[in-house]
């Protein structure tokens, strides 16, 4: 029997998921003009709110990337990355992580699309309850990236201890 060629699947996740990351912030850029309401957003919801942020740097905002040569090295290592990711997906057998890995690659090209246009990537969404944030303000690539890599790890781990237990039964 012929493996299944789940490739197809990996880059319409990925496509989908830069796409609608694109839009997103194109929609709080332009139509709602987030930038000129800086710290008063939009509330959306009592726990969640629409606020600018210029990210100029990477998760949680190490490497913060003031000048131009830091910006294009930044640039340079998400490119990596996202080429190891996409390598990733595309020699992948398992359907569920070539998925992860589609919004791991399409997270990440969309978030690198900001830091070459624009020099920063585009972080709009806030979720807090009263003053505490479980996470620094985001953007939908962050969230697929977060979404993605824990599923491969949820999956490795499960199915790690799956086969450790059928290899002890024996």
Known sequence: MAAVNHRPLGLT????????????KYTVTYPLALKSRMDEGIEILPIFRLRWLENRGVSMGF??????????????MTMLIATFVGVWMWREKARQDVAALGLVLGGAIGNIVDRVRLGYVV?????????????????????????????LLARALLLREKGAKTESLN
């Open 13 to 24: 996740v990925a496509i989908v998921t830069l796409a609608l990351d694109q839009l997103i």
């Open 63 to 76: 490497f913060h990337a003031d000048t131009d040569m830091m910006r294009w090295i930044l640039v340079g």
């Open 123 to 151: 972080d709009y969404a806030d979720l807090h309850f009263g003053e505490w944030r479980p996470f620094l303000i985001f953007n939908l690539a962050d969230a697929a990236i977060t979404i993605g890599v824990l599923i």
